[in-house]
């Protein structure tokens, strides 16, 4: 498993997994609940993860729609 994106903006998550799901990329979205933690102010970010023989692919597609990985 490895971390494609990391970011405070929900809308963001959503739109990647929607773009990698069809392509036939399996994506785990992780930390989605802990905005119960910081009390739903968004300052805690999300990760989205992807099985390691995926993760080129993935990142490829986020580049290509201007999703910025981070790496």
């Given at each position: 498993m490895?971390?494609?994106?990391?970011?405070?903006?929900?809308?963001?998550?959503?739109?990647?997994?929607?773009?990698?799901?069809?392509?036939?990329?399996?994506?785990?979205?992780?930390?989605?609940?802990?905005?119960?933690?910081?009390?739903?102010?968004?300052?805690?970010?999300?990760?989205?993860?992807?099985?390691?023989?995926?993760?080129?692919?993935?990142?490829?597609?986020l580049?290509?729609?201007?999703?910025?990985?981070?790496q």
């Amino acid at each position: 498993m490895k971390e494609l994106l990391r970011t405070t903006d929900p809308t963001v998550i959503a739109f990647a997994t929607a773009l990698l799901e069809g392509e036939g990329i399996a994506v785990f979205p992780l930390d989605v609940h802990m905005s119960i933690l910081d009390g739903s102010m968004g300052i805690l970010p999300q990760r989205l993860m992807v099985a390691d023989r995926d993760h080129f692919m993935a990142r490829a597609v986020l580049t290509d729609n201007d999703i910025p990985t981070g790496q």
